[in-house]
């Protein structure tokens, strides 16, 4: 009896171990603090170099902060607004201040969103914080000198979740802002149809209900109308189901008649493949610089 529960389907073709292993990076990288440590030193780098606005507050709560690395000069240029990945129960924004500094020599500022981590919050407030940060990207175009009209979202693993999200915002019917207000976005190795993660242990400190996962999934939400280009992928050494989520999810989203592109992060595992945002010579960098148009 207990061989035949341990070899039952629950997802696809995956038994339950199977699914937890396709969500388990700790199982193929026991200590991911090494890859922290990387962007965590390539951050602070960036900080020591370039004159940044840190913990600049978005909402009212602590968490909801945001770090601000502006163009210099007076002229009106892009922005990207970033959301940190951590399995939605860790990281940070201070890990990813490290593309700043090459996004700034085209011209484009970066922003990264701080937010309530579970179990502190749930995962449907993480969506709403970042929804208010970008709402609050756009009102305050002037006062840090971007253009308002030219805003572009980002992120990665949960992140890319976030992004997803994020991306098929209502802005005009949630915030009484311009239907079209994110200009395009960049989501790599996130998840975009939670019934696996419900499926899954990381549903046991997630705690979604079917409703939640349902509501929180981006795929089941796609906007009939969208002028955003998408850029989603994985990387080449992310597991089945990391490239599985961003294929589908771009199917649907040109399936109803918007713009995307597919992107394998090459010699890449989940945790190196986020260091590409921050190389100008990387396929990644150069195809987010083509649609923002620098």
């Known amino acids: 009896m207990a061989d035949k529960q341990r070899d039952k389907k629950i ?23 090494i890859f922290q440590e990387e962007r965590g030193n390539a951050s602070k780098r960036v900080r ?25 000069g007076k002229e009106l240029g892009p922005v990207i607004v970033f959301f940190h990945g951590g399995a939605w129960t860790r990281g940070s924004k201070n890990g990813y201040s490290f ?23 749930t995962l449907s407030n993480q969506v ?14 002037d006062t ?12 990665h693993s949960s992140g890319g979740h976030m992004c997803g999200m994020v991306l ?28 696996a993660v419900f499926l899954s242990y990381r549903n046991s400190y997630l705690n979604l209900s079917v409703e939640d996962w349902q509501e929180n999934s ?15 992928g994985c990387a080449e050494h992310d597991t089945a189901e990391f490239h599985r989520q961003p294929k589908e999810f771009l199917d649907a989203w040109k399936k109803a008649g918007h713009k995307g592109e597919f992107i394998e992060l090459m010699d890449r595992h989940h945790f190196t493949g986020s260091m590409c ?7 990644l960098f150069k195809k987010m610089c083509e649609m923002i148009g620098v």
């Open 168 to 195: 098929i915002t209502d802005w005009q019917r949630q915030y009484g802002l311009p239907i079209d207000l994110v200009k395009g976005a960049t989501a790599i190795s996130g998840m975009y149809d939670l019934e």
């Open 11 to 33: 997802f696809l073709n995956y038994t339950q171990e199977e699914l937890d292993w396709q969500y388990d990076h700790s199982k193929r990288f026991p200590d991911t603090g």
């Open 128 to 141: 709403r914080q970042n929804r208010d940060a970008v709402a609050w990207v756009y009102s305050n175009a």
């Open 48 to 72: 020591e170099k370039i004159d940044g606005i840190i913990n600049v507050p978005y909402g009212d709560h602590e968490d909801e902060v945001v770090d601000i690395f502006p163009t210099p």
């Open 144 to 155: 840090y000198g971007w253009d308002r009209k030219k805003i572009y979202i980002a992120g």
């Open 99 to 121: 593309p700043a500094e090459a996004f700034i020599r085209k011209g484009v500022s970066w922003v990264t969103t701080e937010f309530t981590k579970v179990p502190n919050g």
């Open 277 to 283: 945002f921050g190389e100008e010579e990387h396929p």
């Open 218 to 232: 981006a795929i089941r939400h796609i906007p009939k109308t969208s002028t955003s280009p998408l850029i989603i």
